[in-house]
């Protein structure tokens, strides 16, 4: 009887583990494509979409701390580079999307920035930026502004090119 007890003691023991979640950012660019308001976000089109995703790690002792983020941007370059500065960028059509245990957010705009990319081989893009947003919860039926709030990005890295996802049926 005490071999089982120790054995399931041992097991107990080593079936507790320390189980991580760390933080996870996806860089990727999408060709001839224009941003949707439907899920997947991305569609045909005539233009590059950045899409920025992050994943903040996650607490194991915190309950409801899970946080992502989707940010997609659409530039029309024809070019190997381009540099976009506050009034560029709050031209562009872009999309932001908030996944937490927190408010909604039903509208963003671009405030202020500045947006550089450096085309690489294969389609890939080499992206430095940093982007405020205003972002916030408007009622739809009066326009009331329940919450408003700037969100800082910044975007620095390689852009992989990436199909353009079907979405579910």
Not at 87 to 95: A, F, V
Not at 136 to 150: A, C, L, N, P, S
Request: charged fraction near 20%; include cysteine; hydrophobic fraction near 35%.
């Amino acid at each position: 009887m005490k071999k089982y007890i120790i054995l399931l003691l041992i097991l107990t023991f080593i079936g507790c583990s320390n189980k991580n979640n760390p933080s996870l950012t996806n860089l990727k660019v999408y060709n001839n494509a224009t941003i949707s308001e439907d899920y997947p976000f991305i569609t045909d089109g005539n233009s590059l979409v950045f899409h920025y995703y992050f994943e903040a790690e996650d607490e194991e002792n915190i309950a409801d701390d899970e946080f992502a983020e989707d940010f997609f941007i659409e530039i029309t370059t024809s070019g190997n580079a381009f540099t976009l500065n506050s009034d560029d960028l709050k031209e562009l059509s872009h999309l932001y999307r908030q996944y937490c245990f927190c408010g909604s957010i039903n509208y963003s705009s671009i405030t202020a920035g500045l947006l550089e990319g450096v085309k690489k081989s294969n389609e890939d893009w080499s992206i430095f930026g940093q982007i405020t947003l205003e972002l916030g919860y408007i009622d739809e039926d009066t326009q009331e502004i329940f919450w408003q709030h700037e969100k800082e990005l910044v975007l620095s890295g390689t852009f992989h090119s990436a199909n353009i996802p079907i979405g579910i049926d």
